[in-house]
Nanobody, 122 residues
Framework: QVQMVESGGGLVQVGGSLRLSCAAS????????MGWYRQAPGKQRELVAL???????NYADSVKGRFTVSGDNAKNTVTLQMNSLNAEDTAVYFC????????????????WGQGTQVTVSS
């Protein structure tokens, strides 16, 4: 199995910055991509940003120019630097990895962290 451990959420004022980190561990054979999703109260979970093992990135339109995702393939980690935060960024942020384990080499599936709260106050 794969364990995902997140850190870095918290309370910040509008215009401030936060940095989220996530590390994947366990019986990992390979990781195709890692990223971050978020879910605000009453809303569906949505993609925030992801990075592939090859370094390609994808961002939600709402965060382009403000958030930066980076990854370390050797350490199986992903980081989300969030700048110019606004109230609409308030949500629970979930780390995600598309991974293959050594126990199931033919299967690539999504693994999730437990979520970390980000609250932006005005």
């Amino acid at each position: 199995q794969v364990q995902m451990v997140e850190s870095g959420g918290g309370l910040v004022q509008v215009g401030g910055s936060l940095r989220l980190s996530c590390a994947a561990s366990g019986s990992i054979f390979s990781i195709n991509a890692m990223g971050w999703y978020r879910q605000a109260p009453g809303k569906q979970r949505e993609l925030v940003a992801l990075i592939t093992s090859g370094g390609r990135t994808n961002y939600a339109d709402s965060v382009k120019g403000r958030f930066t995702v980076s990854g370390d393939n050797a350490k199986n980690t992903v980081t989300l630097q969030m700048n110019s935060l606004n109230a609409e960024d308030t949500a629970v942020y979930f780390c995600n990895a598309w991974a293959t384990t050594t126990q199931a080499l033919g299967v690539t599936r999504a693994y999730w962290g437990q979520g970390t709260q980000v609250t932006v106050s005005s």
